[in-house]
């Protein structure tokens, strides 16, 4: 059974940091694309950055860029999204997402229809 995990969310005050983990189990993910999304009370699920199967290639939403960063460890099976100079506007539940199909080294993907497996979530919450 796959189960993606995520963990490392929590209350911080604005300016400040988390990082986000999201351990993959139940097959491995090393050749797939990976994302992370939220969603927010009352709005729909976005996009906040995706990363290609090598780590080469990423994507980010344009209010989060130069603040966060995503990146992946393949040998554990891992992604990560390290979220600098937090704001309010960034509370949401932050669920990561994984691809069933291999992709190639470049290939990175913004839309929540791309993707076949996802986490339950963790809460991140800024406060002002």
């Known amino acids: 059974q796959v189960q993606l995990v995520e963990s490392g969310g929590g209350l911080v005050q604005a300016g400040g940091s988390l990082r986000l983990s999201c351990a993959a189990s139940?097959?491995?993910?090393?050749?797939?694309?990976m994302g992370w999304f939220r969603q927010a009370p009352g709005k729909e699920r976005e996009s906040v950055a995706a990363i290609s199967w090598s780590g080469v290639w990423t994507y980010y939403k344009d209010s989060v860029k130069g603040r966060f960063t995503i990146s992946r460890d393949n040998a554990k099976n891992t992604v990560y999204l390290q979220m600098n100079s937090l704001k309010p506007e960034d509370t949401a539940v932050y669920y990561c997402a994984a691809r069933r199909t291999g992709d190639s080294g470049s290939d990175v993907y913004s839309t929540a229809r791309e993707y076949d497996y996802w986490g339950q979530g963790t809460q991140v919450t800024v406060s002002s």
């Open positions: 139940g097959r491995t993910f090393s050749s797939n694309a």
